[in-house]
């Protein structure tokens, strides 16, 4: 069973940055998609970005340029570096993994399998 354990969250002031990172196991973490999302207090969670294992990366309309999504394959690690961090931003960021072999929406929660448990970001102004 692929698991996945984030890291990297805090308390950070506003304008600050931080680097979230995402440690899968599992011998065939280059073969998929990885991503992360994050559930802000009282909504529903979001797609934030995507990486594919051929260095396209996708991010949603709503996140700004602050947002920098990378993996390492050789690590079987993925990345979320955020920039200028906003009160905003404030939320539980999830890493997950995109269903193989599938074709559905990025921001649907739905496509994908896999998800940690979280990291906490709280920005604070």
């Known amino acids: 069973q692929v698991q996945l354990v984030e890291s990297g969250g805090g308390l950070v002031q506003v304008g600050g940055s931080l680097r979230l990172s995402c440690a899968a196991s599992?011998?065939?973490?280059?073969?998929?998609?990885m991503g992360w999302f994050r559930r802000a207090p009282g909504k529903d969670p979001e797609f934030v970005a995507a990486a594919t294992g051929t260095g396209r990366n996708t991010y949603a309309e709503s996140i700004e340029g602050r947002f920098t999504i990378s993996r390492d394959d050789a690590k079987n690690t993925v990345y979320l570096d955020i920039s200028s961090l906003k009160p905003e931003d404030t939320a539980v960021y999830y890493c997950?993994?995109?269903?193989?072999?599938?074709?559905?929406?990025?921001?649907?929660?739905?496509?994908?399998?896999?998800w940690g448990r979280g990291t906490r970001v709280t920005v604070s102004s």
């Open positions: 997950v993994r995109y269903r193989a072999q599938y074709s559905g929406d990025f921001y649907l929660r739905e496509s994908w399998d896999v």
């Open positions: 599992g011998r065939t973490f280059s073969n998929y998609v």
